[in-house]
């Protein structure tokens, strides 16, 4: 199926915490199937030359709905905020793949809009008998997404789904629970037997990086195995891996060769382009993208001829790499020609 976008009618757009909505999309019964999608994945959304991707925040058989909270100067996040119900916006189909697999032990930790989703795969576990523990961190109550979700989740599988709020500026009856989710806070809720990441199948982290590394640096000093652990950044962690500098092109440029739903199309990346996304689009070569941070893995493509660097990857797995699988916003040519097939699975 090519990778463009259909434009979706807004059905309703709720308050989600202070400064933070969820929309809920008309969903046709003919594009029932292209939007069918896995707990954990997202979407992009386009509005003119604006992309930016949110997570999915119902299960599968709920509608399709995102999350969005406001960033300041987001170019689509604030306006968001006002969008209203009969609005259309482009969307393009699920992606993603920190998503939900056959584990019935679930822990969850989210930062902020990291819960988003969050409720997608804690609700389809819920539903089909799993066991969810999850710990989200705030500023204070008036900020949590999803709240009503929340604790209506809360009081259905009271015996099966712990959450577990962590406030980082209001005091709480139980000082455990106050400040910010980091791996020493991870340390001492598992001493407290508050979580049990020992015993968990599956332990999936979201939110801003530099929560994401400290507490995925925790659970493995708990012993837990890697392969256990996924994440999703919604930004980078601040201080790790800087992003490498730009790899010097040839002054007549890098002949580019991509393959994208089954056709090969040619442009050339010249060397004041700010990365292929660029370039192709000035060569009317829409190649699919949306964070271009190296984040969503939208642009997921593998390296056919040609050799590139990545300037950063907080997406793609290791073993992906050694595959030769690449971020089309962060390719980076070493070399006068470069293929990639972004229709490689």
Not at 95 to 106: D, S
Not at 280 to 292: D, F, K, T
Not at 300 to 324: D, F, H, I, T, Y
């Amino acid at each position: 199926m090519a990778r463009g976008f259909h434009e979706l009618t807004i059905a309703e757009v709720r308050p989600e915490g202070d400064g933070a909505v969820a929309v809920r999309f008309d969903l046709p019964e003919a594009l029932a199937d292209t939007f069918a999608f896995t707990p954990g994945q997202h979407l992009t959304l386009k509005r003119g030359d604006i992309r930016r991707s949110y997570s999915i925040a119902c299960a599968p058989g709920e509608g399709l709905s995102v999350g969005i909270r406001a960033v300041p100067g987001g170019g689509m996040s604030e306006p968001a905020q006002g969008w209203q119900a009969g609005e259309v916006v482009e969307v393009m189909a699920p992606e993603g793949r920190f998503t939900l697999g056959e584990e019935a032990e679930i822990l969850l930790i989210a930062a902020g809009s990291g819960i988003t989703p969050m409720i997608s795969i804690a609700r389809t576990a819920l539903a089909r008998g799993g066991r969810v523990r999850l710990v989200y961190g705030n500023r204070g109550i008036g900020t949590i997404m999803f709240r009503e979700t929340l604790d209506a989740m809360k009081d259905r599988y009271m015996d099966r789904f712990t959450l577990i709020h962590v406030l980082s500026r209001e005091g709480q009856d139980v000082p455990l629970l106050e400040g910010r989710i980091d791996g020493a806070k991870i340390a001492q809720l598992a001493r407290a037997g508050a979580i049990d990441p020992a015993g968990a199948d599956g332990i999936f982290l979201c939110g801003p990086g530099e929560m994401i590394e400290a507490a995925q640096g925790a659970l493995l000093d708990l012993g837990v195995a890697a392969g256990r652990i996924r994440h999703e950044f919604f930004t980078p962690a601040d201080g790790s891996t800087p992003r490498k500098a730009p790899v010097e092109r040839p002054a007549e440029g890098v002949a580019v060769e991509v393959i994208l739903d089954g056709a090969r199309r040619a442009f050339r990346l010249e060397p004041g382009d700010a990365d292929l996304i660029e370039a192709a689009h000035r060569a009317g070569v829409e190649l699919p993208w949306s964070c271009r941070g190296g984040m969503c893995c939208t642009c997921r493509c593998k390296v056919e001829e040609g050799a590139v660097e990545m300037a950063q990857n907080w997406s793609l797995e290791p073993w992906e790499v050694e595959a030769g699988y690449v971020l089309g916003c962060q390719a980076q040519p070493r070399g006068e020609k470069l293929v990639l097939d972004f229709d490689a699975a």
